[in-house]
C-alpha cells in the first residue's frame, strides 16, 4: 500500500483517528487516515507494523492525545540505575522481573487490549495483566531481552506512559484485606447454602419421616460446614472484639462475637449430647449478612490515595548537567552541589540557586499564592515551586529531603492527632449498653427457671444470647453508611471511609481555601479599556510591571506576553498601592484609583480595577476578575443557611471586598495565610468547640485538611494530586457540596430510623427467647429475615433520599 505523509491545512473538518481530537489548523494524512499530531501517526504506524490494529476496532478513537509528549529520549535513564530498579520491581530472578505501573491514561477496552497484547510488540515481554479499576498493569518480561528502562520507553511510545514518582521506590506491599474478606464472604455464603439445604427437613414436617440416621448425618454434615465459618470466616470480629476489651471498651464487634461463640458452642452441645438438630445453619447465615454488610462498609476507592505525603509529589529522577552534558538520575542520589535543569511544568526538587535563565515560579502548591514568582539570578528557589516557562539552571543547596517542602510536610503540627473523645459510630456507641443488657436479660432468665427446670434456664440464656445478637443492628450503620458512601462516589466526592459521613453529619462550620478551591485559573480574565496603547506604552508597562512580584502585576504581564520590556532606571513600589516608573522625564504610574489619582470607575463584583496615568492623565484602566468558580456565589449562600463560611488565602488581600460583595457579610476572611497558619487557625476553631470542614487544595492546605474535623481535598483529576485528607472531590462536583452535608445529615437519620427497625426484631426475640419457644425454624427465618429487612429498608430509602437531593438521577 502507498503510503502518503503530508500535512494539509485547508479548513477541511477533521478528527484524528488515533485519538478522536479534532485536528485544529492542520492535520496530517498517513495511509488514508487523519491524525492531529506526529506523536498520534507514530502510536498508529507502531501498531500497524505489529499487526495490532485491531486496537482500533474495539472502540473509535481509542487513543490519548500525544501533542504534549515528551520527546526527550534520556528522560527515562534513571531506570537503568540498579538500586532504583530494585526498589520499583515486585519479583526479580535470573531470568524474569516482574513491575506494577500505574498508567492513569487506561481508560476503555481497547487500552486493556493494547496492553495485555504487549508481548507482540517485543519479543522480550512475557505478559502484561491489566487491573482497569485501579489503572494499573502488571508487566513479566525477560531481563536478558529487555530492560526496565526499554518497557517504560515502549508504554511511553504508544500511549501509556506509567506514572512513576518518589513514593514508588518506597515500595509497599498491596493490601489484601479486601480480598481476603471477599474469600470469607464466599466461604460463609457456600456454608450457608449447603447448611439450609441440610436443615431444610428440619423446617418441615418431613424431618418426621426421615429416620435417626439421616437426621443424624445431616447434623454432622451442618458441624464440618460450619467449622471453616467459625474458625476462619469470623476471626475478624474476634480479633476485633478482643482488642476493644483489651482497651477497656466494648464495640459493636464484642455482642457478635459473643453471639457467634455462644451460637456455636450451644448448638454443639445440642448435637452431640443432646442429640437435636443445632443452630449450625443460623450461624452460616448470620456470618453470611455480617460479612456482605463488612464488605460495603470497607468497600473503597483503592485508586484514590488519602495518606500521601511528599515523596507522591516529588519526580523520581532530575536531569543533571555533568561535564555540559545533560544526565538524567534518581533523586535519591542527587547531592548539595549539582547543576540541574528544570523544565516548564516541572517541580523544583531541593532548595536551589538559580544561576541561569529567567524563573517564573508557581508556588501555588506551596503557599497557595495564584500567580508564579519572578526570580532572577542568584535568587534562593524553594523545593515545591513549578517554573513556568523556558528551562533554568540550578545548583542544589540542599538534599530534597532536608528542604522547605519536606520540612512543611515532615513539621510536627502537621500530624493530626486523635482524639480519644473522637466520633465512634453510632451502633459503636450504643454497642456497650447493648451487650450489658443483653447479659442482664439472659442472666435473668437463667435464674428464672433456674428454679423450676435447670436445663430449660440453659436453653433460655443460650437463646436471648442468639436471638438478640444484634446482626441487623451491626448491619444498619455499614449498610447505610457504604450505601451512602457509594452516592457520594457517584457523586464524585470520594471518602476514605463511611464513618467520614458521620462527621460530616455534625459539621456546623465551612472552611474554604481561596486560591483553587473558590477561584478557577481558567475563569480568571483581565480586559483593558481605554486608549489604544502604542507600542512604546506597551513596553513601558511592561518594564513597570517586571519590576512587581503582585498577583495584579503579573496578570498584566501575561496579559503583555511576547511585548518587549523597556529599561526603567526609575521604578518605586508602595505596598498595596502601586507603582511610580519615570521614563523619559515622564511619570507613568499603576495601580489604585486613590494612587493614581483618577476618578474611580465602578468596580466589577468579582474583581479589580488598575490605573494607568501618564503626567497625571488616564490612559485606561485593567479589569482584572478573580476567576470565581461557575456558581460558587449559590453554593456558598447555600452552605451559609445552615453553617459558618470561613475564607482562608495564601494570597494578598487585594480581593477582600469584592469577596465582600460576592458572598454578603458574615464571612470571616485572612488572607496572608501561610501552612502553619492555615493550621493554627483550624486549631483555634476547634478550641472554641467548632466542628469544622476545610476543602482545600494544595500543600499549604495539608495541615489544616488533617486538623479539621473532615477535610475535603478539591482537584481537576482524583486521581493525580491531592493532599492528605478524608476525602477528594472533583472540582467539577463542588456545586454539590451542599447536598452532600444534607444528605450526611439525612444518612443518620436513616440510621437511628433502622435502629429502631432492629431493636423491635430484637425485643420480638427476646420475648419468645425469656420463654424458651425459640426453634431452629424460629432462629433460621426470624435472624435472616431481620437482616433482610434492614438491607432492604436503608437500600431503599437511602436512594430515595440520593435522588430527592438530586444526587442520583433516578432511585435505581
Avoid at 762 to 769: D, E, K, R, S
Wanted: overall charge neutral; proline content about 3%; glycine content about 8%.
Amino acid at each position: 500500500m502507498s503510503r502518503i505523509n503530508k500535512i494539509a491545512t485547508d479548513k477541511e473538518t477533521a478528527t484524528c483517528y488515533h485519538c478522536g481530537e479534532p485536528c485544529r489548523d492542520e492535520f496530517l494524512h498517513f495511509n488514508g487516515k487523519k491524525f492531529c499530531c506526529s506523536g498520534c501517526r507514530l502510536v498508529y504506524e507502531v501498531l500497524q507494523e505489529n499487526d495490532l490494529c485491531n486496537y482500533y476496532d474495539i472502540a473509535d478513537a481509542p487513543g490519548t492525545n500525544r501533542k504534549n509528549a515528551s520527546d526527550r529520549s534520556n528522560r527515562f535513564d534513571y531506570l537503568d540505575d540498579r538500586d532504583v530498579e530494585g526498589k520499583l520491581v515486585d519479583y526479580r530472578d535470573e531470568d524474569e522481573i516482574h513491575i506494577t505501573f500505574h498508567i492513569p491514561l487506561i481508560h476503555c477496552a481497547s487500552c486493556i487490549w493494547l496492553l495485555e497484547n504487549l508481548n507482540k510488540l517485543h519479543e522480550g515481554i512475557v505478559a502484561a495483566r491489566v487491573d482497569f479499576i485501579k489503572k494499573k498493569v502488571q508487566v513479566k518480561f525477560q531481563r536478558d531481552r529487555i530492560s526496565l528502562k526499554e518497557v517504560v520507553l515502549l508504554l511511553s511510545k504508544i500511549g501509556y506512559e506509567p506514572e512513576i514518582n518518589l513514593a514508588d521506590v518506597d515500595h509497599r506491599p498491596a493490601a489484601r484485606a479486601d480480598r481476603q474478606l471477599i474469600y470469607k464472604l464466599a466461604v460463609a455464603g457456600f456454608c450457608f447454602g449447603n447448611m439450609m439445604f441440610f436443615s431444610l427437613p428440619e423446617y418441615f414436617s418431613e424431618a418426621e419421616l426421615m429416620g435417626d440416621g439421616f437426621k443424624r448425618l445431616f447434623n454432622y454434615l451442618n458441624v464440618i460446614l460450619a467449622l471453616p465459618v467459625f474458625f476462619y470466616a469470623a476471626t475478624d470480629y474476634y480479633k476485633s472484639a478482643w482488642f476493644s476489651l483489651r482497651q477497656r471498651a466494648v464495640n459493636m464487634d464484642v455482642p457478635i462475637a459473643l453471639g457467634i461463640v455462644t451460637l456455636f458452642t450451644y448448638s454443639l452441645y445440642e448435637i452431640f449430647i443432646l442429640g437435636q438438630e443445632g443452630y449450625m445453619d443460623t450461624l452460616g447465615g448470620l456470618l453470611f449478612f455480617l460479612l456482605i454488610g463488612k464488605l460495603f462498609q470497607q468497600k473503597t476507592y483503592d485508586a484514590l490515595s488519602f495518606d500521601r505525603d511528599y515523596k507522591s509529589y516529588f519526580p523520581i529522577a532530575v536531569t543533571k548537567i555533568v561535564n555540559d552534558d545533560e544526565e538524567v538520575v534518581a533523586l535519591i542520589k542527587l547531592k548539595v552541589g549539582d547543576v540541574i535543569v528544570v523544565r516548564n511544568e516541572e517541580l523544583i526538587p531541593a532548595d536551589s540557586i538559580l544561576v541561569e535563565g529567567d524563573a517564573h515560579i508557581d508556588y501555588s502548591f506551596v503557599t497557595g499564592e495564584e500567580v508564579p514568582v519572578v526570580k532572577k539570578k542568584g535568587e534562593l528557589i524553594f523545593a515545591g515551586g513549578r517554573q513556568k516557562g523556558r528551562p533554568v539552571v540550578l545548583v542544589v543547596q540542599k538534599l530534597p529531603s532536608q528542604g522547605y517542602l519536606t520540612d512543611l510536610w515532615n513539621n510536627d503540627a502537621f500530624d493530626k492527632k486523635e482524639e480519644s473523645g473522637s466520633l465512634a459510630s453510632l451502633a459503636t456507641q450504643i454497642s456497650g449498653k447493648f451487650t450489658l443488657t443483653v447479659l442482664l436479660i439472659a442472666v435473668s432468665a437463667l435464674v428464672f427457671w433456674s428454679f423450676s427446670d435447670f436445663s430449660m434456664g440453659i436453653k433460655a440464656f443460650t437463646a436471648v444470647l442468639i436471638i438478640t445478637c444484634p446482626c441487623a443492628l451491626a448491619m444498619s450503620t455499614p449498610f447505610t453508611l457504604g450505601n451512602t458512601q457509594r452516592v457520594f462516589g457517584h457523586g464524585k466526592l470520594y471518602l476514605k471511609n463511611a464513618h467520614v459521613i458521620e462527621k460530616m453529619a455534625k459539621l456546623d462550620t465551612v472552611v474554604f481555601d481561596k486560591t483553587g478551591t473558590l477561584t478557577d485559573p481558567s475563569e480568571a480574565s483581565i480586559n483593558y479599556a481605554g486608549v489604544e496603547l502604542s507600542a512604546e506604552s506597551q513596553s513601558i508597562l511592561k518594564g513597570i510591571v517586571s519590576h512587581s512580584v503582585h498577583p495584579l502585576s503579573n496578570r498584566i504581564n501575561r496579559w503583555l506576553e511576547g511585548v518587549k520590556a523597556v529599561r526603567l532606571t526609575e521604578i518605586q513600589e508602595f505596598s498595596g498601592k502601586g507603582l511610580l516608573a519615570i521614563y523619559k522625564d515622564q511619570q507613568f504610574c499603576l495601580g489604585s484609583a486613590e494612587f493614581t489619582g483618577v476618578i474611580p470607575v465602578p468596580t466589577p463584583a468579582n474583581g479589580n480595577l488598575v490605573y494607568f496615568t501618564v503626567e497625571g492623565i488616564l490612559l485606561g484602566y485593567f479589569i482584572i476578575e478573580s476567576g470565581l468558580r461557575k456558581g460558587i456565589e449559590r453554593i456558598v449562600a447555600s452552605i451559609k443557611e445552615d453553617h459558618q463560611i470561613h475564607i482562608l488565602s495564601g494570597d494578598h488581600d487585594h480581593e477582600r471586598e469584592s469577596l465582600k460583595r460576592v458572598f454578603g457579610p458574615g464571612i470571616r476572611m485572612r488572607f496572608h495565610q501561610g501552612p502553619v497558619d492555615k493550621l493554627q487557625y483550624i486549631r483555634e476553631m476547634r478550641k472554641w468547640g467548632a466542628k469544622p470542614l476545610m476543602i482545600g487544595d494544595g500543600l499549604n492546605d495539608a495541615g489544616a485538611l488533617r486538623e479539621s474535623e473532615v477535610g475535603i481535598a478539591l482537584t481537576d483529576n482524583v486521581s493525580h494530586f491531592s493532599p492528605a485528607s478524608d476525602g477528594i472531590m472533583d472540582a467539577s462536583a463542588i456545586h454539590k457540596l451542599p447536598a452532600f452535608l444534607r444528605f450526611a445529615k439525612t444518612s443518620r437519620n436513616i440510621i437511628k430510623a433502622s435502629f429502631g427497625l432492629s431493636f423491635t426484631y430484637n425485643l420480638v426475640g427476646v420475648y419468645f427467647a425469656v420463654q424458651g419457644l425459640v426453634s431452629p425454624l424460629f432462629c433460621a427465618v426470624l435472624m435472616p429475615a431481620s437482616s433482610i429487612s434492614v438491607i432492604l429498608f436503608t437500600t431503599l430509602v437511602t436512594n430515595y433520599k440520593a435522588y430527592k437531593n438530586g444526587l442520583k438521577s433516578k432511585v435505581f
